[in-house]
Each structure stands twice: as structure tokens, then as C-alpha cells.
Antibody, heavy 116, light 107 residues
Framework: QVQLVQSGAEVKKPGASVKVSCKAS????????INWVRQATGQGLEWMGWMNPNSGNRGYAQKFQGRVTMTRNTSISTAYMELSSLRSEDTAVYYC?????????WGQGTLVTVSS | DIQMTQSPSTLSASVGDRVTFTCRAS??????LAWYQQKPGKAPKLLIY???SLESGVPSRFTGSGSGTEFTLTISSLQPDDFATYYC?????????FGQGTKVEIK
């Protein structure tokens, strides 16, 4: 069955960077895009961007341009999302999700806490 | 960006009720709309895609409809497991955008 397993919770100081991983199994990793969505506590869902693991092509929401980088390692079927210049407002649960078009399968989420 | 607006924000209902909530897009998205269910502390779960297609394994009491800019999700007979927050999302145009959610509470 399709599974997306994310790395564990992180605590970072303001100004630092965080890199979250998303390991895929149960399907051909290069056949579907990986998206990243975040959710602050008690808030709604916010789409951050997408990456095609086959080509490496990617697109980011304007809000995150210049701060987010999405990469992948196809040899271990893993996608990564790195967010830099962290601020307190970036405290959220970050999800990876597989898409052909809609977001059919989601990781379990990774809590990133930004605190001094 | 395409804005997605859900109403109501909160809905109080009882087990067995028929409930309907709405999602409106600021521009036409034809039928490129998905609905997700999210429970506290869990990842969202896909219910409906392409506005009205039921995801495999999702109970048939969930029905999606609409096209263009107005969409609805109906639960024909609310079950205890359905108390959750529901989000719509357009995947017509990047950046993909979500509605703010409708929370279904126990009356």
C-alpha cells in the first residue's frame, strides 16, 4: 500500500533552517508529484509547493519563494523540504502529499517548532 | 491566486442528520475540486476528487457536486465518525488553494 513516512519533530531557533524528509513506499516514486502543505495549530491548510521526482521540476507558492527548497533522492525514494530563515510564524505541522492531480495520499506530518 | 471560501465555518448537527456545506471559488475551476476530512492530530484524508468522484473506500453517504465556482459536499446521514473538519481544495491552477474549513460539531 502507498505510504509516505516523514521525519520526526524538530525544534529550531529563529533564523535557522529545517529540512523535513518524506520517504515513499508502495508505488513508483518517480511517477507522482510530491507536494508540501503546512498547518499552524488550530489553523487551516496552506499549500507550499510541488516537485516532480522524475524531472526535478518544482514550483513554489509565492509566499515561500526564496525560503523553500524541495529536493529528492530517487535512489531511496525520499523527498525533502527545506525551509530557511525560520520565524515563529513558521511553527506548524508540515505534511508531504502525493498527487497525480489531487492530494491522494498524505504523510503523517512533522511538527516544526520555531522558538528562541 | 484563486480564493476558496467555505460556509459555514462551523455546523452543529446530530447523528442521522443530512448535512450540506458549500465551497465557492473566486474563479471558475471547472471540476478540479477535492474535498478532505481531517480529524484532530491526523493528516487530511481525501474524500472526493474532480468535484463528484468518490475516493475508493469512502462511504457512499458522502456526495460531492457542483462545477465552475460553486460546489457542495453532502453527508446523507451523519455518523459519529463524521465529526471532523472538512476542507475543499482547488487543483485547477497553481498555487493550489484550500478553503478555510467547515467544522462539523455534535449538536
Amino acid at each position: 500500500q502507498v505510504q509516505l513516512v516523514q521525519s520526526g519533530a524538530e525544534v529550531k531557533k529563529p533564523g535557522a533552517s529545517v529540512k523535513v524528509s518524506c520517504k515513499a513506499s508502495g508505488y513508483t516514486f518517480t511517477s507522482y508529484d510530491i507536494n508540501w502543505v503546512r498547518q499552524a495549530t488550530g489553523q487551516g491548510l496552506e499549500w507550499m509547493g510541488w516537485m516532480n521526482p522524475n524531472s526535478g521540476n518544482r514550483g513554489y507558492a509565492q509566499k515561500f519563494q526564496g525560503r523553500v527548497t524541495m529536493t529528492r533522492n530517487t535512489s531511496i525514494s525520499t523527498a525533502y523540504m527545506e525551509l530557511s530563515s525560520l520565524r515563529s510564524e513558521d511553527t506548524a505541522v508540515y505534511y508531504c502529499a502525493r498527487s497525480g492531480s489531487y492530494l491522494g495520499h498524505w504523510g503523517q506530518g512533522t511538527l516544526v517548532t520555531v522558538s528562541s | 491566486d484563486i480564493q476558496m471560501t467555505q460556509s459555514p465555518s462551523t455546523l452543529s448537527a446530530s447523528v442521522g442528520d443530512r448535512v450540506t456545506f458549500t465551497c465557492r471559488a473566486s474563479l471558475s475551476i471547472t471540476s478540479w475540486l477535492a474535498w478532505y476530512q481531517q480529524k484532530p492530530g491526523k493528516a487530511p484524508k481525501l474524500l472526493i476528487y474532480k468535484a463528484s468522484s468518490l475516493e475508493s473506500g469512502v462511504p457512499s453517504r458522502f456526495t460531492g457536486s457542483g462545477s465552475g465556482t460553486e460546489f457542495t459536499l453532502t453527508i446523507s446521514s451523519l455518523q459519529p465518525d463524521d465529526f471532523a473538519t472538512y476542507y475543499c481544495q482547488q487543483y485547477d491552477t497553481y498555487p493550489w488553494t484550500f478553503g478555510q474549513g467547515t467544522k462539523v460539531e455534535i449538536k
